[in-house]
Structures are given as C-alpha cells and as structure tokens.
C-alpha cells in the first residue's frame, strides 16, 4: 500500500518562508515523479510544482516561478516544497502526489497517489 504523509505547513506572515515536506513508503521512490498541487477554498486544486525521478528536472507553475523550489532526497523517500517570499493568495491545502512516470506530469490525472494535505495559511 502506497502512503504519502505531508509535514510543515502552518500560519505565516506575508514575505515569510514555509517548508513543507512529504515522505513516501509502499513503493520505489526513486522511480517515481513527484509534484505538489494546492487547492484554495471554492477553487479547483491546482499544479504548484513536479520533479522527476532523478531530481535533475523540475517544472513549476508561473505563479510561484521564482518564490518555490521543489527538491527531493530519495534516501529519505521524501519530497519537499520549499516556499519563499509567501503571499496571502499561497494560501491553500497543499497535496504532494506521486506518478509512477519518468516525465514531468503537470496534471492531477496523471498521478496516482496523493497524500492527505497539510494546510498553509498565509496572513496579510
């Protein structure tokens, strides 16, 4: 049985940093794509960032071009999104994914597991 357990959201201040993390038991990680997605209250969940199996390419969507990075330690089989220069509209559950895929899959139909979500919450 595939589980991905999120860590690491919370409340911030606007201009603040968040980390959250997602570790990944049940299957090889290191063959897997990984990619975080969001969704805001009465909006539609939403492609934030992937990476690929190796850790080498990354994709991110245009609105946190610049303030995110996502990396990865398939040691740890954990996935993490650094989130920099937050603002009030980051504000969201925010869900890792799993794809067992060596591309950079961008939409949420081309995973097949999702963690639970981890809630960030950023204030103005």
């Known amino acids: 049985q595939v589980q991905l357990v999120e860590s690491g959201g919370g409340l911030v201040q606007a201009g603040g940093s968040l980390r959250p993390s997602c570790v990944v038991s049940?299957?090889?990680?290191?063959?897997?794509?990984m990619g975080w997605f969001r969704q805001a209250p009465g909006k539609e969940r939403e492609f934030v960032a992937c990476?690929?199996?190796?850790?080498?390419?990354?994709a991110y969507a245009d609105s946190v071009k610049g303030r995110f990075t996502i990396s990865r330690d398939n040691a740890k089989n954990t996935v993490y999104l650094q989130m920099n220069s937050l603002k009030p509209e980051d504000t969201a559950v925010y869900y890792c994914?799993?794809?067992?895929?060596?591309?950079?899959?961008?939409?949420?139909?081309?995973?097949?597991?999702w963690g639970q979500g981890t809630q960030v919450t950023v204030s103005s």
């Open positions: 994914a799993a794809a067992a895929r060596f591309d950079l899959p961008t939409y949420s139909r081309e995973y097949e597991y």
């Open positions: 049940g299957r090889t990680f290191s063959t897997t794509a």
């Open positions: 990476i690929n199996w190796a850790g080498i390419h990354t």
